[in-house]
Protein backbone atom coordinates (compact mmCIF):
# COMPACT_ATOMS: atom_id res chain seq x y z
CA UNK A 1 0.00 0.00 0.00
CA UNK A 2 1.15 3.07 -1.43
CA UNK A 3 -1.03 5.28 1.60
CA UNK A 4 -1.72 8.67 0.16
CA UNK A 5 0.21 9.91 -2.39
CA UNK A 6 0.48 13.76 -3.45
CA UNK A 7 1.93 15.24 -6.92
CA UNK A 8 4.03 17.61 -7.49
CA UNK A 9 5.82 17.67 -4.44
CA UNK A 10 7.34 21.41 -5.17
CA UNK A 11 5.87 23.73 -7.40
CA UNK A 12 6.56 27.66 -8.42
CA UNK A 13 4.10 29.38 -10.14
CA UNK A 14 3.64 33.21 -11.64
CA UNK A 15 1.02 35.13 -10.16
CA UNK A 16 -2.42 34.01 -12.17
CA UNK A 17 -1.05 30.67 -13.12
CA UNK A 18 -3.25 28.03 -13.10
CA UNK A 19 -2.36 24.40 -11.91
CA UNK A 20 -3.63 21.26 -10.19
CA UNK A 21 -2.52 19.10 -7.55
CA UNK A 22 -3.38 15.48 -7.83
CA UNK A 23 -3.92 13.18 -4.26
CA UNK A 24 -4.21 9.83 -4.90
CA UNK A 25 -4.83 7.34 -1.70
CA UNK A 26 -5.22 3.27 -2.20
CA UNK A 27 -6.97 2.50 0.95
CA UNK A 28 -10.52 2.60 -0.68
CA UNK A 29 -11.51 5.46 1.83
CA UNK A 30 -14.37 7.35 1.32
CA UNK A 31 -13.36 10.61 2.63
CA UNK A 32 -11.04 12.88 1.41
CA UNK A 33 -9.79 16.16 2.30
CA UNK A 34 -7.16 19.43 0.88
CA UNK A 35 -5.66 21.44 4.08
CA UNK A 36 -3.50 24.20 3.47
CA UNK A 37 -0.13 24.88 6.29
CA UNK A 38 0.86 28.21 7.09
CA UNK A 39 3.25 28.98 9.75
CA UNK A 40 2.15 29.64 13.44
CA UNK A 41 -1.86 28.57 11.74
CA UNK A 42 -2.01 24.91 11.89
CA UNK A 43 -3.65 23.13 8.76
CA UNK A 44 -6.71 24.74 7.48
CA UNK A 45 -9.95 22.79 5.54
CA UNK A 46 -10.00 24.24 2.07
CA UNK A 47 -12.64 21.50 1.08
CA UNK A 48 -13.08 18.06 1.46
CA UNK A 49 -15.32 15.18 -0.72
CA UNK A 50 -17.21 12.49 1.62
CA UNK A 51 -17.76 10.61 -1.60
CA UNK A 52 -17.17 9.90 -5.30
CA UNK A 53 -18.79 12.67 -7.17
CA UNK A 54 -19.13 15.15 -3.65
CA UNK A 55 -17.30 18.11 -2.73
CA UNK A 56 -17.97 20.84 -0.33
CA UNK A 57 -16.50 24.00 0.99
CA UNK A 58 -14.17 24.12 3.64
CA UNK A 59 -12.97 26.62 6.35
CA UNK A 60 -10.85 28.63 3.63
CA UNK A 61 -12.18 27.57 -0.39
CA UNK A 62 -11.74 30.98 -1.87
CA UNK A 63 -9.65 30.75 -4.95
CA UNK A 64 -9.53 27.04 -5.13
CA UNK A 65 -11.79 24.41 -6.72
CA UNK A 66 -11.54 20.13 -6.49
CA UNK A 67 -12.97 16.87 -7.95
CA UNK A 68 -13.51 13.79 -7.10
CA UNK A 69 -14.59 12.04 -10.46
CA UNK A 70 -12.83 8.89 -9.06
CA UNK A 71 -12.88 7.52 -5.45
CA UNK A 72 -9.36 7.24 -5.16
CA UNK A 73 -8.52 10.73 -6.72
CA UNK A 74 -8.97 14.13 -5.12
CA UNK A 75 -7.84 16.95 -7.39
CA UNK A 76 -7.37 20.77 -6.09
CA UNK A 77 -6.95 23.51 -8.34
CA UNK A 78 -5.76 26.96 -8.44
CA UNK A 79 -7.18 28.97 -11.44
CA UNK A 80 -5.71 32.02 -11.23
CA UNK A 81 -2.73 31.54 -8.66
CA UNK A 82 -2.35 34.44 -5.81
CA UNK A 83 0.89 35.36 -3.48
CA UNK A 84 -1.32 34.78 -0.32
CA UNK A 85 -1.28 31.10 -1.94
CA UNK A 86 2.07 30.49 -1.20
CA UNK A 87 1.93 27.79 1.42
CA UNK A 88 2.14 23.78 1.82
CA UNK A 89 -0.56 22.13 0.95
CA UNK A 90 -1.76 18.12 2.27
CA UNK A 91 -4.27 15.75 1.29
CA UNK A 92 -5.75 13.60 3.76
CA UNK A 93 -8.24 10.46 3.40
CA UNK A 94 -10.14 8.75 5.98
CA UNK A 95 -12.67 5.53 6.13
CA UNK A 96 -15.50 6.83 7.17
CA UNK A 97 -17.53 8.77 9.59
CA UNK A 98 -17.08 6.47 11.67
CA UNK A 99 -13.46 6.10 11.48
CA UNK A 100 -11.86 8.94 12.76
CA UNK A 101 -7.83 8.45 12.09
CA UNK A 102 -7.25 10.96 8.76
CA UNK A 103 -3.93 9.22 6.77
CA UNK A 104 -1.91 12.19 5.29
CA UNK A 105 0.25 12.62 2.17
CA UNK A 106 3.64 14.55 2.09
CA UNK A 107 2.46 17.79 1.38
CA UNK A 108 3.15 19.67 -1.72
CA UNK A 109 4.82 22.77 -1.30
CA UNK A 110 3.61 26.07 -3.92
CA UNK A 111 5.38 29.19 -4.13
CA UNK A 112 3.41 31.86 -5.97
CA UNK A 113 5.69 35.06 -6.91
CA UNK B 1 -17.79 26.62 17.79
CA UNK B 2 -14.62 24.14 17.90
CA UNK B 3 -11.22 25.59 18.55
CA UNK B 4 -7.71 23.89 19.63
CA UNK B 5 -4.97 26.22 21.59
CA UNK B 6 -1.61 24.89 22.51
CA UNK B 7 1.61 25.94 24.08
CA UNK B 8 3.18 27.98 22.13
CA UNK B 9 6.50 26.89 20.87
CA UNK B 10 9.12 26.15 20.02
CA UNK B 11 10.42 24.39 22.66
CA UNK B 12 13.60 23.38 23.34
CA UNK B 13 14.78 20.56 25.40
CA UNK B 14 17.88 18.24 26.42
CA UNK B 15 18.07 14.55 25.70
CA UNK B 16 15.97 12.35 28.65
CA UNK B 17 14.60 15.63 30.02
CA UNK B 18 10.47 15.54 31.19
CA UNK B 19 7.93 16.97 27.93
CA UNK B 20 4.81 18.55 28.59
CA UNK B 21 2.82 19.71 25.78
CA UNK B 22 0.22 21.84 26.73
CA UNK B 23 -3.53 21.61 24.62
CA UNK B 24 -6.83 22.70 25.59
CA UNK B 25 -10.48 23.00 23.79
CA UNK B 26 -13.57 24.15 23.01
CA UNK B 27 -15.84 21.82 21.91
CA UNK B 28 -19.93 21.35 21.37
CA UNK B 29 -20.74 18.03 21.88
CA UNK B 30 -18.25 15.18 22.84
CA UNK B 31 -15.33 15.35 20.44
CA UNK B 32 -12.47 13.28 19.69
CA UNK B 33 -9.31 14.30 20.62
CA UNK B 34 -5.75 13.09 19.42
CA UNK B 35 -2.31 14.23 19.22
CA UNK B 36 -0.64 14.13 15.49
CA UNK B 37 3.37 14.27 14.53
CA UNK B 38 5.14 15.83 11.81
CA UNK B 39 8.57 14.98 11.07
CA UNK B 40 10.50 17.32 9.51
CA UNK B 41 10.07 17.03 5.38
CA UNK B 42 6.70 14.73 5.76
CA UNK B 43 3.42 14.52 6.12
CA UNK B 44 1.12 14.56 9.29
CA UNK B 45 0.89 11.02 11.39
CA UNK B 46 -1.31 10.09 14.02
CA UNK B 47 0.41 9.59 17.73
CA UNK B 48 -2.57 9.00 19.89
CA UNK B 49 -6.01 9.49 20.18
CA UNK B 50 -8.47 9.35 22.88
CA UNK B 51 -12.33 9.14 22.05
CA UNK B 52 -14.27 9.72 25.17
CA UNK B 53 -13.37 11.56 28.75
CA UNK B 54 -10.60 9.90 30.86
CA UNK B 55 -9.11 8.00 28.36
CA UNK B 56 -5.79 7.68 28.18
CA UNK B 57 -4.09 6.76 24.60
CA UNK B 58 -0.28 6.11 24.16
CA UNK B 59 2.01 5.45 21.84
CA UNK B 60 5.77 5.08 21.55
CA UNK B 61 6.00 6.54 25.11
CA UNK B 62 3.80 9.64 24.80
CA UNK B 63 0.33 9.75 26.81
CA UNK B 64 -1.84 11.99 27.03
CA UNK B 65 -5.33 12.01 29.36
CA UNK B 66 -8.90 13.34 28.09
CA UNK B 67 -9.79 15.53 31.01
CA UNK B 68 -13.34 16.66 30.17
CA UNK B 69 -13.89 19.03 34.28
CA UNK B 70 -10.42 21.19 32.47
CA UNK B 71 -11.10 20.78 28.40
CA UNK B 72 -7.86 19.70 28.37
CA UNK B 73 -5.62 16.68 26.42
CA UNK B 74 -1.90 17.62 27.39
CA UNK B 75 0.96 15.55 25.83
CA UNK B 76 3.32 13.96 28.10
CA UNK B 77 6.53 11.41 28.12
CA UNK B 78 8.93 10.91 30.65
CA UNK B 79 12.36 10.75 29.00
CA UNK B 80 12.49 12.21 25.05
CA UNK B 81 15.00 11.62 22.60
CA UNK B 82 16.63 13.54 19.89
CA UNK B 83 14.31 11.42 17.53
CA UNK B 84 11.23 13.65 19.36
CA UNK B 85 12.01 16.44 17.37
CA UNK B 86 9.07 16.94 15.46
CA UNK B 87 5.91 19.39 15.23
CA UNK B 88 3.30 18.30 17.52
CA UNK B 89 -0.38 19.05 16.50
CA UNK B 90 -3.49 18.73 19.12
CA UNK B 91 -6.68 18.22 17.26
CA UNK B 92 -10.42 17.71 17.85
CA UNK B 93 -12.78 15.57 15.56
CA UNK B 94 -16.12 17.55 15.46
CA UNK B 95 -19.17 16.72 13.24
CA UNK B 96 -19.71 20.47 11.52
CA UNK B 97 -22.13 20.20 8.60
CA UNK B 98 -22.62 16.93 8.43
CA UNK B 99 -19.26 15.91 7.89
CA UNK B 100 -16.45 14.68 10.01
CA UNK B 101 -13.74 17.45 10.18
CA UNK B 102 -10.36 17.80 12.51
CA UNK B 103 -10.21 20.98 13.97
CA UNK B 104 -6.27 21.38 14.35
CA UNK B 105 -3.46 23.88 16.97
CA UNK B 106 -0.92 25.51 15.57
CA UNK B 107 1.63 23.29 16.55
CA UNK B 108 4.43 22.94 18.85
CA UNK B 109 8.01 22.79 17.04
CA UNK B 110 9.87 20.58 19.59
CA UNK B 111 13.86 20.06 19.22
CA UNK B 112 15.46 17.74 21.35
CA UNK B 113 19.56 18.54 21.80
CA UNK B 114 21.73 15.86 22.81
Known amino acids: NAGVTQTPKFRVLKTGQSMTLLCAQDMNHEYMYWYRQDPGMGLRLIHYSVGEGTTAKGEVPDGYNVSRLKKQNFLLGLESAAPSQTSVYFC????????????FGPGTRLTVT | GNSVTQMEGPVTLSEEAFLTINCTYTATGYPSLFWYVQYPGEGLQLLLK?????DKGSNKGFEATYRKETTSFHLEKGSVQVSDSAVYFCALNALIQGAQKLVFGQGTRLTINP
Open chain 2, 50 to 54: ATKAD
Open chain 1, 92 to 103: ASSYSNLMYEQY
